[in-house]
Nanobody, 115 residues
Framework: QVQLVESGGGLVQPGGSLRLSCAAS????????MGWYRQAPGKERELVAS???????NYADSVKGRFTISRDNAKNTVYLQMNSLKPEDTAVYYC?????????WGQGTLVTVSS
């Protein structure tokens, strides 16, 4: 059974940086597509960034040039480096694993961008 545990959220000032981590249990991490999603209050959950098993990446237009997704298959961990944070980046960030029809979600980590 795969479990995902996110960490790294917190309060940061506008213009600041945070790095989120998501550690996966199990043996399928390296062959899975990993994604970061976020959900702001009153809004639907949206894809922020994803990375394939071959390390191809995809980003939402709103974060291109500011966020970077990466993965370390030896550590079963996916990261989201967030730079130049804006108040509108405030949300709960969720890690997602996708493999075929399997979808696994983490519990979420709150990111608050405020002065």
């Amino acid at each position: 059974q795969v479990q995902l545990v996110e960490s790294g959220g917190g309060l940061v000032q506008p213009g600041g940086s945070l790095r989120l981590s998501c550690a996966a249990s199990g043996s399928i991490f390296s062959i899975s597509v990993m994604g970061w999603y976020r959900q702001a209050p009153g809004k639907e959950r949206e894809l922020v960034a994803s990375i394939t098993s071959g390390a191809s990446t995809n980003y939402a237009d709103s974060v291109k040039g500011r966020f970077t997704i990466s993965r370390d298959n030896a550590k079963n961990t996916v990261y989201l480096q967030m730079n130049s944070l804006k108040p509108e980046d405030t949300a709960v960030y969720y890690c997602n694993l996708a493999l075929g029809s399997l979808r696994v979600w983490g519990q979420g980590t709150l990111v608050t961008v405020s002065s």
